[in-house]
Structures are given as C-alpha cells and as structure tokens.
C-alpha cells in the first residue's frame, strides 16, 4: 500500500499506509471480490479500523482512478464517501498530473470532463464544491 498523506488535521479518519493483508481484509468489508493489492492504494482508516481503499495506477496520460470503495457499513453514510474521494483529490491535485477516472456525472462539479472512455481533469483545474456556496480554486 501506498501512504498518501498523514493523518488528516481534526478529523479521526486518515489514510495511511497499511501492508497488503489488511488492504485485503478491507476489499472484503467493502464488498469487492477479485481485488488485488497491485498499483497504488490508498486506505481510508476511522481509528484504527480501515473502512475505505481507493486504487490508483500510473498511465503515460496520467493517473487513473481504477476503483473507490467503503465499507458497506460506512457506505450508508454519503459523507464518508465524499470525505475520501475529496481527500483523494486533494493529494493528487497538488501534482502536475492528469487524474482519470471511469465517467461518472457526479465527477462535473470537481472540473472532470468527458475524453473519450473516461473523465479528465488537470490536477491544478481541480475544483472543491461546497454546499455553503464558497466553491473556488484552490492555486497550486
């Protein structure tokens, strides 16, 4: 597994590096069947009990998002989803990469747009909607 960033400033949820049993272990609380530990993963922990794995893999365009999965019990809370996924992108949009992903239209208000069999955008024209109406660009 890959550590994507330390443990997130007053929140008790974190990604954090974890060894490739405990990846598995939490493919197999969020339901995902034929999962493997290849590429790079990053775990969602709340304390010290994983409850999310996203995986990621390098391409010559960028770095596609290849699965984004919570646990069952903690998927029921849309929260926790939207807290990863924007940890995820947070992480990634401090590079210079293109980030990837299956489309999805939930995926417009981050900036994504479709190309071709995916959705494209720039790490830097990430974009973090709030529901509170201060939506803008973070400058890398």
């Known amino acids: 597994a890959y550590e994507i960033c330390a443990c997130l400033v ?45 995986k990621m893999v390098l391409r010559d365009e960028g770095i596609l998002i290849v699965s984004f999965d919570v646990a069952k019990d903690k998927a029921e809370d849309p929260s926790v989803s939207d807290f990863f996924f924007r940890t995820i992108l947070f992480k990634l949009s401090m590079s210079e ?37 201060g939506n803008h660009q973070i400058d890398n």
């Open 10 to 54: 007053g929140s008790e949820m974190c990604i954090r590096d974890s060894d490739d049993d405990e990846l598995m272990r939490i493919y197999d609380r969020a339901g995902v069947t034929g999962a493997n530990t290849s590429g790079i993963n990053a775990v969602l922990f709340d304390d010290d009990e994983g409850v999310g794995v996203c």
């Open 97 to 133: 990469v293109n980030i990837l992903i299956a489309p999805d239209d939930r995926l417009e208000k981050f900036g994504f747009k479709k190309q071709g069999d995916l959705m494209v955008v720039a790490a830097r024209d990430v974009v973090f909607p709030s529901s509170c109406g």
